[in-house]
C-alpha cells in the first residue's frame, strides 16, 4: 500500500523543473500589451508597465525681441513698438526717452509681450529696460536703444471747420497746410470723413497746400460730420512730416438758400424748401467787368457787423458797411447800403456786392450760417478759381472727382 501512495503522490505534484520552467515564461495576451508574471508564494502575478508621466522639457533661456531692433535709426514715431519673450515671460519692462520720462505701454494677458500704447516723439532716443525669466528660471536683461526720424521740416494742417459748430448745407471741408505738400496721394490716404447721413463726396486738391472736401450735391439738414486727418508720423515727401493729428466734428443746420438774379434786381430766401422772403436788391454794375457780381453758387464765409470796405482801383477806402456777410475771397458782400436803397430791385450799381435795406440786410445777418449758400444768375462774369477758396459749387462733379490725388 505504501508503494502505491508514494505512486499516486509522484502523478499528483508536477516536478520542480517543470515549475522553473513556468515560472519564467512569459504570456504574450495581444499584439500591443504584454503582461509580467513574477512568482509569488502564491503563483503569479502580473507587472504593470511604469507610467512615463509628463515630458521633462529642457531648460531653456528666455529669448528677447525688441521692436525696433537695437540700433535701428529713422524709426517713425507711430510704427509698432513692443518687446516679446520666447521660453519664459516678461517681468518688468521700461522704455524711457532721453529726459527719462517712460513711455505708456501694457503687458499682454500672457506676459509675453509689452506693447506702447502713445506714439513717441521726432528726433528722439529711447531706451529698452527690463527684465524677463526664461524656462530655465534664469532672469536676462531687456536692452538696446533706436532713434527716431528726424524731419528735414514739419508741416502742419487746419480746418475750416470747428467741433461741435453748425454749418450750412453747401459747407465745404477746407484743408490748409503750413507749407507745401509734395506727397499728396499718402497725405490724402491719411484723410477721412464720416457722415451720418449717407452721401456721395470727394477730395479735390486745389493747389499744393489746399484740399476740399465737398459732397455731390448739398448735406441734407442735420447730418453730423467727422472729419480726421492722421498726419502724425505721415511722411509728405522731401523729408517733411506731419506735426500732429487734427480731427472735428460738426453739424449741418436747416436748409437756408439765398437765391437772387441779378436781371431782376431781386434776393429770395427759401427755408427747408419753402420761400420765405423777397428782398429787393442792387448788384455788381453789369457794364463794368471789375464790378459785376459774379455768377455761380457762392458760398457764406463769415459774418460781421461791421466792416470796413476798402478798393484802391475804384478809389474808396475803409467805407463803413454794417451787417456784412462775406459770400467769397474775392470781395464780394451780402450788406446794408442805406445810399443805394432807391437803387435796389431797380439797378445795379454796387461794387461786386448784394446791396440790400438796412432792416433786410440785418435778417440776413441774423440769419444766415456760415455754409449757407448764395446762388447767383443773370450776370457777365463767373465764379471761379481766380475768386479764392469756396468756389467749389461752380466745378462740375467729375472735374471735381478729377482733382483727387487717388
Known sequence: MAGVRGSRDRRQRPSKRFVRWALAVVVVLTPCITILFTP???????????????????????????????????????????VSVSHGVLDAVSLTNPEGKEVAGHFSSDKLSWTTTEPLGYAKTYTWSGTATGVDHIRRAVTGAFQTVVPERMISGRFNVADNATYGIAMPIALTFSSRVIDRVAVQKALSV???????GAWAWLDDTTVHWRPKSYFAPG?????????????????????????????????????????????????NGIQVADYPASYGLDSDPGRATHNGTHVVMSKYPVFYMSNPRYHYKNIEARWAVRMSDNGEFIHSAPWSVYEQGRTN?????????????????????????????????????????????????????AMSAL
Open 194 to 200: 464720416h457722415t451720418s447721413v449717407p452721401i456721395e
Open 223 to 271: 447730418t453730423r460730420v467727422s472729419v480726421t486727418a492722421k498726419l502724425y508720423g505721415l511722411a509728405m515727401g522731401g523729408g517733411a512730416f506731419g506735426r500732429e493729428d487734427i480731427t472735428s466734428t460738426f453739424t449741418i443746420g436747416r436748409s437756408y438758400v439765398l437765391r437772387g438774379d441779378t436781371r431782376t434786381h431781386r434776393l429770395l430766401v427759401y427755408v
Open 349 to 401: 450799381v454796387s461794387h461786386g456786392c448784394i446791396n440790400l435795406s438796412p432792416a433786410n440786410a440785418k435778417t440776413v445777418f441774423n440769419e444766415v450760417l456760415p455754409g449757407d449758400p448764395v446762388e447767383v444768375i443773370g450776370s457777365s462774369r463767373h465764379l471761379g478759381s481766380s475768386d479764392g477758396d469756396y468756389y467749389d459749387w461752380t466745378v462740375p462733379w467729375d472735374t471735381w472727382k
Open 40 to 82: 509569488t508564494a502564491h503563483g503569479q502575478v502580473p507587472v504593470r508597465p511604469m507610467d512615463p508621466g509628463p515630458p521633462v522639457l529642457p531648460a531653456v533661456s528666455a529669448q528677447i525681441v525688441t521692436q525696433p531692433s537695437a540700433g535701428a535709426d529713422d524709426v517713425n514715431p507711430t510704427a509698432p513698438v513692443r
